[in-house]
């Protein structure tokens, strides 16, 4: 009897543990309903009849909304894994709902979409985070209207973009690569990006600034390393965070260029000091229809975001064409071979590159396409719903953000068979269709600096092609992928000289 009793008792106890478990259970299956129901309350519900048109998707847990899945997939080996989430889950569907950012937001994924998206100005305007806005300026190229972008874009199409000018910078390039690369081969090892980095932005800044003193020089330099980690962050304003780090960044970033326009300012007024040529100038003398001339803010925001934009993804590029290079030596040699033949038709009184043979180079704009394709390094741009936008069938709500998600065309195997293999011979006879290929973006806001972008790359890649090859010191380094992709030792590498053909 007293067996049965504690038998009883034992049982009672396990099924009110049971019980209790079960309880908790479903409490927390509630409460994480409700929980994934708080975004959809405050940005959906609002919308009425609306909402039921709006793309497949997941706008994710309150006010983080999809940005843990975002940084968790990208701070791993599969960063792609983030929208793949969302294909396994709603199907290929080229468009789905988020919250990212801050925002309720429709990524789009496929060529037709985001070509849709950039080239439809009367439906959509930029749509960068105010985070990111915080830190790149309101009156920069990705803060101004429609309007204003085309009156600065006019300004620095020719200084930056122009024929003559190219072929102005082609021989500064020249000369600043190759002392570079001497330098560099006689170092014990280099962190080959971050010298590269600072190559790009030494050339940036000569273009914008008609390089200012090293003092000037490195303290942009140094700001701008701290900036970039914050532009894609989690806006997280306090100490530790990196864009805590950036917002200090660009306060020190604002005041060195206010020095800098304040004394141009003053140079201007003494008719025996010698004009420059160079942005600064043309940003200080431009004025509009009524003879308004542009104010300090605006002046120093578009050279924030230029001289940001116009170095970090050309030495991004720069790197991983000579990886990718060295990893396939079938396409090196014959990237090389290219470059010899150029010199070899050179005639013998011709010192240096001219901008024709630089356009003749057929195989190595291949090779630079194919670097910009796999790498994509800026994974996404941001735009902004200005009204109700229908696209195959869907609802963008106005003011919902969109978010032209471009690593997803590049990626596409159904656009780019082994989309991950680099082979720029996928680009002979090959013309890619409009919205396929998206490394500066695309539409009215093109970004206005590519053609320097790709001359500073192709120089370098000529120079290094001809004459030298880079050791990795840690070849199976990890890769990083925010905010750009590298590996993340900065490939730590020995650059040695070489000349023949079979090295």
């Not at 990237?335 to 024709?356: D, H, N, S």
């Not at 068979?417 to 082979?423: A, D, Q, R, W, Y």
């Not at 590298?486 to 040695?496: E, Q, S, T, V």
């Amino acid at each position: 009897m007293e067996w049965m009793m504690n038998s009883d008792s034992s049982w009672s106890w396990i099924w009110g543990v049971g019980v209790v478990g079960s309880m908790i259970g479903g409490s927390m299956m509630i409460l994480k309903w409700v929980m994934k129901r708080v975004n959809w309350w405050l940005y959906e519900r609002k919308l009425g009849e609306k909402q039921y048109s709006l793309p497949p998707g997941d706008m994710g847990w309150p006010f983080i909304g999809n940005m843990w899945s975002f940084l968790r997939a990208f701070k791993t080996t599969h960063p792609d894994s983030f929208v793949d989430s969302f294909v396994s889950r709603f199907g290929r569907m080229g468009m789905y709902k988020a919250f990212m950012f801050g925002n309720p937001s429709i990524i789009v994924t496929t060529p037709e979409t985001c070509k849709r998206v950039l080239t439809d100005d009367d439906a959509f305007k930029p749509g960068w985070p105010a985070s990111t806005m915080e830190l790149i300026g309101k009156k920069s190229f990705i803060g101004i209207s429609y309007e204003e972008h085309k009156r600065l874009r006019r300004l620095t199409a020719a200084p930056v973009n122009g024929h003559e000018a190219l072929s102005v910078y082609v021989r500064y390039i020249e000369d600043i690569v190759i002392s570079a690369l001497d330098k560099w081969s006689n170092l014990e090892r280099i962190e080959f990006l971050t010298q590269l980095r600072r190559l790009t932005f030494r050339i940036i800044m000569y273009i914008f600034l008609s390089s200012e003193s090293d003092h000037v020089l490195e303290a942009l330099e140094r700001e701008y390393t701290k900036l970039n980690c914050g532009v894609r962050a989690m806006a997280i304003n306090l100490p530790g965070f990196a864009y805590h780090k950036a917002l200090k960044a660009r306060k020190n970033l604002v005041a060195t260029l206010q020095s800098v326009v304040d004394d141009r300012r003053n140079r201007s007024k003494d008719d025996n000091f010698p004009k420059k040529k160079d942005m600064m100038d043309a940003l200080l003398s431009v004025e509009d229809e009524n003879g308004r001339k542009l104010e300090d803010e605006e002046i120093i925001d578009v050279l924030l975001m230029y001289l940001n934009a116009g170095h970090e993804s050309s030495g991004h590029t720069m790197m991983w064409a000579t990886i990718f290079l060295q990893e396939h030596p079938e396409f090196l040699q014959k990237a090389k071979a290219e470059q010899e033949m150029i010199v070899k038709k050179r005639p013998p009184t011709q010192k240096g590159l001219t901008l024709k043979e630089i356009r003749e180079m057929d195989y190595l704009s291949k090779v630079v396409d194919e670097t910009l394709r796999i790498i994509t390094f800026s994974l996404t741009v941001f735009r902004e719903a200005k009204t109700d936008v229908n696209i195959s069938g869907y609802t963008i709500p106005k003011g919902w953000k969109v978010l032209v998600w471009f690593r997803s065309v590049h990626l596409d195997p159904e656009i780019y068979p082994n989309p991950k293999e680099f082979n720029p011979s996928r680009w002979d006879n090959y013309t890619a269709k409009a919205g396929t290929f998206l490394p500066f973006g695309g539409g009215s806001r093109l970004c206005p600096g590519n053609d320097l972008a790709k001359l500073e790359i192709t120089i370098f890649l000529h120079y290094f092609l001809l004459n030298y090859r880079v050791e990795r010191l840690n070849p199976g380094c990890q890769v990083m992928y925010l905010p750009h992709t590298r590996p993340k030792d900065n490939c730590l590498a020995r650059l040695r000289k070489c000349s023949s053909s079979s090295e």
